[in-house]
C-alpha cells in the first residue's frame, strides 16, 4: 500500500517568500498531522487535522496556517519566511481512534537563505 | 519538564549483536502509547513498534521488541541481530492520554539516540 506523500521532497526559497508544503495520506487515514524538525532536533508537533477540522495545534507560527481538503489531503503554507524555519516538515496520517498508527511521509526538507 | 527521555546521545554495537535503546516517560495518564521510529540519515521517519499503556505484553516487530515497564515508566527498544542498515538515529515517542475526547494523538518525541553498527 502507498504511503504518506509529501510535495516537494526539497524546497529553497528566500527570507520573506511563502512556501506551501503539500500532504497526501495514506488511503482511508483521516487524521494528518504535520512536526517541524530543526536540524540536529527532534520533531516537534505543528498542527492536525481531522476530518477537514483542525483538531489541535501546537508551536506553528501565526505565519504559518494550515488546512485540510475534501479528498483529505493537507496543505501548509508558510508565509515572510525566516532564516529559522529552515527544518525538515513532516507529515504524519492515521485512522481516527486508532491507537499505534502514525505513519510519517518521507518530510519536505525546506532551507530559507 | 522533559516527557520522554533518551539518555543515550549515541550507541555503538557490533553487527550481529543485540543492543537497548533506553527511553523513560512521564506521563500522569493512565492511557498513553509509546512509539519507536527509526530516521535513518536520508531523514525519513520509519514506525518500528508501538506499545499501548494496557498492552500486558511486550510488543514485538520482527528484531525490534520494547521492554516496557511501567512501574519504571521505561519503554527500551531492543535490536536483536543488529545489521549495518541498523545504523540511524531511533526515536521514542509517546501519545499521551487516550485517544478521542479531544484527544487527537499528537506525539511527543525524545531527543533521539543515534546507533551505530560495526561491522
Known amino acids: 500500500a502507498a504511503g504518506v506523500i509529501q510535495s516537494p521532497r526539497h524546497l529553497i526559497k528566500e527570507k520573506r517568500e511563502t512556501a506551501t508544503l503539500k500532504c497526501y495520506p495514506i488511503s482511508r487515514h483521516d487524521t494528518v498531522y504535520w512536526y517541524q524538525q530543526g536540524p540536529g532536533q527532534d520533531p516537534q508537533f505543528l498542527i492536525s487535522?481531522?476530518?477537514?477540522?483542525?483538531?489541535d495545534k501546537g508551536s506553528i507560527p501565526d505565519r504559518f496556517s494550515a488546512q485540510q481538503f475534501s479528498d483529505y489531503h493537507s496543505e501548509l503554507n508558510m508565509s515572510s519566511l525566516e532564516l529559522g524555519d529552515s527544518a525538515l516538515y513532516f507529515c504524519?496520517?492515521?485512522?481516527?481512534?486508532?491507537?499505534?498508527?502514525?505513519?510519517f511521509g518521507p518530510g519536505t526538507r525546506l532551507t530559507v537563505t | 519538564a522533559q516527557k520522554i527521555t533518551q539518555t543515550q546521545p549515541g550507541m555503538f554495537v557490533q553487527e550481529k549483536e543485540a543492543v537497548t535503546l533506553d527511553c523513560t516517560y512521564d506521563?500522569?495518564?493512565?492511557?498513553?502509547?509509546l512509539f519507536w521510529y527509526k530516521q535513518p540519515s536520508s531523514g525519513e521517519m520509519i514506525f518500528l513498534i508501538y506499545?499501548?499503556?494496557?498492552?500486558?505484553q511486550n510488543a514485538t516487530e520482527g528484531r525490534y521488541s520494547l521492554n516496557f515497564q511501567k512501574a519504571r515508566k521505561s519503554a527500551n527498544l531492543v535490536i536483536s541481530a543488529s545489521q549495518l542498515g541498523d545504523s540511524a538515529m531511533y526515536f521514542c515517542?509517546?501519545?499521551?492520554?487516550?485517544?478521542?475526547?479531544?484527544?487527537?494523538?499528537?506525539?511527543?518525541f525524545g531527543q533521539g539516540t543515534t546507533l551505530q553498527v560495526k561491522p
Open positions: 506499545q499501548g499503556s494496557y498492552d500486558e
Open positions: 515517542a509517546m501519545r499521551e492520554g487516550p485517544l478521542g475526547s479531544g484527544n487527537t494523538g499528537k506525539l511527543i
Open positions: 504524519a496520517s492515521s485512522p481516527a481512534f486508532q491507537e499505534g498508527e502514525q505513519y
Open positions: 506521563t500522569s495518564d493512565q492511557s498513553y502509547g
Open positions: 487535522f481531522y476530518e477537514k477540522m483542525q483538531s
